[in-house]
């Protein structure tokens, strides 16, 4: 990105949010900043059945992988017994940092939770 290669991103979703705050594999936020902090549009691809309309975003929880996943190669434990391993599989990226939410209906654009309102009343 800072070598000015990147023109845009588009990411996948495992899970959107009526207002527009995005849930997917860990990195996604991390992405996400970078491309803001380089002036690249940020966009995520997801069919409306993506969308929980009912859940708020802070309600959403995030699973937590086993630290274990990552003190350790294989068999072998690289990381001292006593430190304390925070592994979550997902996070959640905030829809200011979002360009738009591309869907098979079109493409929400904010302010997210009217945009994603008029997406499901076209299929209503």
Do not use: C, W
């Amino acid at each position: 990105m800072a070598n000015g290669l990147v023109d845009k991103v588009i990411v996948g979703a495992d899970r959107i949010v009526k207002t527009g705050h995005v849930f997917n594999k860990i990195g996604t936020y991390q992405i996400a900043t970078m491309a803001k902090q380089h002036g690249i549009p940020f966009y995520v691809a997801a069919p409306l059945s993506t969308f929980d309309m009912e859940t708020k975003a802070e309600d959403v929880i995030i699973e937590m992988r086993k630290g274990s996943e990552v003190t350790g190669i294989g068999d072998k434990k690289t990381a001292p017994d006593d430190i304390n391993v925070i592994n979550p599989a997902f996070d959640m990226t905030p829809p200011e940092l979002i360009s738009g939410i591309i869907t098979e209906k079109g493409v929400a654009k904010p302010p997210y939770e009217e945009s994603i309102k008029k997406l499901f009343e076209v299929i209503l």
